[in-house]
């Protein structure tokens, strides 16, 4: 083989010439093993690069009055939904494109009235 670059278990994508994640596209590297000097035949590997699909946008009321019936919020169109308590997308409840906010684990409009 020719260009080697990098040995061991482990490569870093970034070191394939003209590979970028800024661009949509395929790029294809080799990976063989050499032992006692002697190289078998390499295998092939493609990483791709796919667009990031847009924010889903979210329908139904998002705004609630104490007391009120929360009702299913949904997505048209998409696949694999996925919704998540936290901005940071690690606490996921819901994979599908309507949800129920009342799953949520704490979620309430009820209210209180004190005398």
């Not at 329908?59 to 949904?74: E, H, K, R």
């Amino acid at each position: 083989m020719t260009n080697q670059i990098g040995t061991g278990n482990n490569l870093s994508p970034n070191l394939i010439p003209g590979f970028t994640t800024a661009l949509v596209g395929s790029f294809t590297a080799f990976a063989s093993e050499t032992s006692n000097g002697c190289e078998g035949t390499a295998a092939s590997f493609i990483i791709s690069i796919v667009n990031t699909p847009s924010a889903p946008v979210v329908s139904g009321t998002t705004t609630y009055c104490v007391g009120d019936i929360a009702t299913n919020l949904s997505v048209a169109g998409g696949t694999d939904i996925r919704w998540y308590e936290d901005a940071g997308l690690t606490n996921l409840f819901a994979s599908a494109n309507s949800f129920d906010p009342t799953s949520i684990p704490g979620f309430s409009t009820a209210s209180e009235k004190h005398l």
